[in-house]
């Protein structure tokens, strides 16, 4: 069982008291064909889930759920364009958004805490099975966040390298408080929330970047630094 699904499954509340929609309208978005026709045929087997749509870009998916009824959308990290964080963030804005499940094919500490701070509801490794991966989608769907745990030393180290505004964001965000209480605890409007989240993010980025460095010195096996934010504007 990953750390992944021990913490949703530690966290979550009786799923005898959460009530799952009796179809699970799904979308898929993700970059390489190959991936999409896998994932909308796994999720297509899987009793009460319904693909309405599977798409290779974040553009394509923000005009499917802008006139689709969704539930979950699930959405890989790396995309072109407006990576799969900031696509989440502007999901969270639409009038009616889906819950938003980020997979990734490397999950650390610093991707926990980029998706607890982008609104993410969940996050699975790509190397998760395929019974994991639908477990999540309906947990998801009932309402349940299927996200790790943040490292302590990874909230240590942002803390120090964030003001004091972006340090109330990321704490409150890490409690899993929702946006507009935090807007009105600080006495921005939640556009100004997005953008002091957007500099989070990219402080983020900055460490990410840093630790690759450092590995890449020290001669051992690195993971690519990764965007977790993009410079599209948050609209």
């Not at 530690?10 to 999409?36: F, G, K, T, Y």
């Not at 959405?75 to 009038?95: E, F, H, I, M, Y």
């Not at 980029?114 to 993410?120: F, L, T």
């Not at 409690?175 to 409007?189: D, E, M, N, R, Y």
Request: hydrophobic share 45%; proline share 4%.
């Amino acid at each position: 069982m990953t750390a992944v699904t021990e913490h949703a499954q530690q966290n979550a509340v009786n799923e005898a008291e959460l009530s799952a929609p009796e179809l699970i309208r799904l979308l898929v978005v993700d970059d390489h064909a190959a991936v999409r026709r896998g994932l909308r045929e796994l999720f297509e087997d899987q009793p009460g889930f319904v693909v309405v749509d599977a798409v290779s870009c974040a553009e394509e998916a923000i005009a499917v759920a802008e006139h689709e009824e969704l539930d979950v959308a699930v959405v890989d990290l790396q995309l072109p364009g407006r990576n799969g964080l900031s696509l989440g963030c502007k999901l969270k804005r639409l009038a009616n958004p889906p819950r938003v499940l980020v997979y990734s094919a490397y999950i650390d500490g610093l991707l926990a805490a980029a998706a607890v701070v982008a609104e993410a509801d969940g996050l699975v490794g790509k190397g998760a099975l395929g019974s994991e991966l639908c477990d999540a989608v309906r947990g998801l769907a009932r309402g349940r966040s299927w996200l790790p745990t943040v490292p302590w030393r990874v909230a240590d180290v942002m803390r120090r390298r964030l003001d004091a505004e972006e340090q109330v964001i990321f704490g409150m965000s890490l409690a899993g408080i929702a946006p507009v209480k935090i807007a009105q605890t600080l006495g921005i409007s939640e556009s100004g929330l997005e953008s002091r989240r957007r500099e989070v993010l990219r402080k983020l980025n900055t460490v990410d970047q840093g630790l690759a460095a450092s590995d890449r010195r020290r001669g051992r096996s690195a993971v690519r630094a990764r965007q977790f934010v993009t410079d599209v504007p948050a609209h």
